[in-house]
């Protein structure tokens, strides 16, 4: 993502490219909260939110994932889609930690080396408790780790990272927690860079690893993605805009620059939602307002196929592309019209 760049569709920059063995050029980036972030050659993309990478994890994936709701000693079934520098994982494992939550954690991921090179930098090493950079390390040195909950720290944890595509890796984590997991969080790079994650298929996958009341939490709005998850069974919710007021949570127009979603949380279960008559304090998840259910009657709803799951990007885009030109959907610019949003 460029450093002005975090829209809620999710562009994180140029160009697609093709999934192969990771080899490109990764550049070291600083983050608007001073956190270190990475740029992808092979992607053409940056890692996150120009506005901050440790920023981004709290807000749109530890917030929404509403730890408060795990009574202390239970254990959380987490998946983490696209482990890069670890930023999520070690957000969540922290709070929970802190709740006295117990965790099972699966990573998917094509590169080790984003977590080699974070765990290179002592400005990343230092946003973590000494706890937390340990299993970091394990996890880069031997794939998995293991702590057990002991005396003053609670909710021990254990996991493990399966390396490639996640495309094929993810059928070894299925076969371990289909239907058991309380939260899938999916930070691949944007659906127009990397449409092989965001395919209806592997999102309907992602989907099967969820328990009924199980949540699968993204930074992206895209209303391709919006529409598979809803294909997929599961009920949609928006990932509340930092700032956003009563007007916004109605789906008012945003305004220029203003974003209209930080992204999205779906489960196989109604979310709990604003109602629109009055706001609670924690202000983290809403229903869809008329300008995103809008969205989603448009062309831009078009999903992204990949039924082998192992097609390139280019040819997912073109036949996305080819889908949109013969569908009878509204028009996207128009819908950007409409609301005042920047073509
Ligand atoms: C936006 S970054 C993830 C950032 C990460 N969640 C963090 O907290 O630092 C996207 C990641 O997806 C990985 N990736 C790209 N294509 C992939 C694929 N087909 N399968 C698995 N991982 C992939 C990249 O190597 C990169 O680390």
Not at 53 to 70: C, M, S
Request: aromatic share 6%.
């Amino acid at each position: 993502m460029t450093s002005s760049d975090c829209g809620p569709e999710g562009a994180r920059a140029a160009a697609a490219a093709e999934v192969g063995a990771p080899g490109g050029r990764l550049e070291a980036r600083r983050t608007g909260d001073g956190s270190l972030s990475l740029w992808s050659e092979d992607f053409g993309e940056a890692f996150h939110c120009g506005r901050g990478a440790l920023a981004e994890a709290h807000a749109k994936f530890v917030a929404p994932a509403q730890l408060e709701r795990f009574a202390p000693g239970s254990s959380l079934q987490v998946v983490d889609v696209c482990v890069g520098l670890g930023y999520n994982s070690a957000a969540l494992l922290e709070a929970a930690a802190d709740r006295g939550l117990a965790v099972r954690w699966w990573g998917l991921e094509l590169d080790p080396r984003p977590l080699q090179l974070a765990l290179a930098d002592p400005g990343f090493r230092g946003l973590w408790r000494p706890g937390t950079v340990a299993l970091l390390e394990q996890l880069r040195d031997q794939g998995a780790w293991h702590r057990p909950a002991a005396g003053a720290v609670p909710g021990g944890s254990r996991g493990r990272w399966w390396l490639g595509d996640a495309r094929q890796q993810l059928a070894a984590v299925l076969a371990e927690a289909r239907g058991q997991c309380d939260l899938v969080l999916h930070d691949a790079f944007s659906p127009g860079h990397c449409p092989q994650l965001w395919s209806m298929e592997f999102l309907a996958a992602l989907a099967a690893l969820l328990r009924p009341d199980g949540r699968l939490l993204t930074y992206c709005a895209a209303a391709a993605v919006r529409r598979s998850l809803q294909l997929a069974g599961l009920q949609l919710a928006s990932i509340a805009a930092a700032g956003e007021d009563a007007a916004d949570a109605q789906g008012q127009p945003p305004g220029a620059g203003q974003l209209w979603s930080h992204g999205t949380a779906a489960s196989p279960q109604a979310l709990p939602v604003l109602d629109g008559r009055g706001l609670p304090p924690a202000r983290i998840l809403r229903a869809l307002g008329p300008l995103e259910l809008e969205h989603l009657q448009t062309r831009a709803a078009e999903p992204y196929r990949d039924p082998s799951g192992r097609a390139p990007a280019a040819e997912i885009l073109a036949k996305r592309q080819r889908a949109q030109g013969t569908s009878t959907a509204g028009s996207t610019s128009a819908w950007r019209r409409r609301w005042g949003l920047a073509p």
